[in-house]
């Protein structure tokens, strides 16, 4: 009855390592899963990725960023044209003359020699 006992422990040893195994196999995969259901991967298998494997480059175009100091500065018009303030209003005003300062007054439109760099500073604009 000695011999039966160790074998009998064995056996369920070995057994309770392949349940518990692939319980916890179960479980990081439902997590995975879990994780990826909710970023919103449509296909689990696809997304999950081994180390070998790459996004290929190019595949996927860079995101067009309007420049943030440009979009506080300018407003781009019905006609196409580009709304900027005036230079030169700031500080340093006792040395210029009232007429100056009173053409200083208001917005004007950007130079068309400089809509090349307000189309890339802000794209999808319609410049």
Do not use: W
């Amino acid at each position: 009855m000695s011999k039966d006992v160790p074998a009998k422990h064995d056996e369920n040893l070995a057994l309770l390592k392949v349940v518990t195994l692939k319980a916890s196999q179960q479980v990081k995969s439902m997590k995975t899963r879990h994780f990826y259901k909710c970023l919103g991967a449509i296909k689990v298998a696809s997304s999950l990725q081994t180390p070998h494997e790459h996004k290929i480059k190019g595949a996927e175009m860079p995101k067009m960023k309007t420049k943030s100091g440009a979009k506080k500065r300018f407003r781009v018009r019905p006609g196409g044209t580009v709304k900027r303030g005036q230079a030169f209003k700031r500080h340093i005003l006792t040395k210029k003359t009232t007429k100056n300062k009173r053409h200083l007054r208001g917005s004007t439109a950007v130079h068309e020699t400089n809509m090349g760099h307000m189309a890339q500073m802000l794209p999808g604009r319609g410049i």
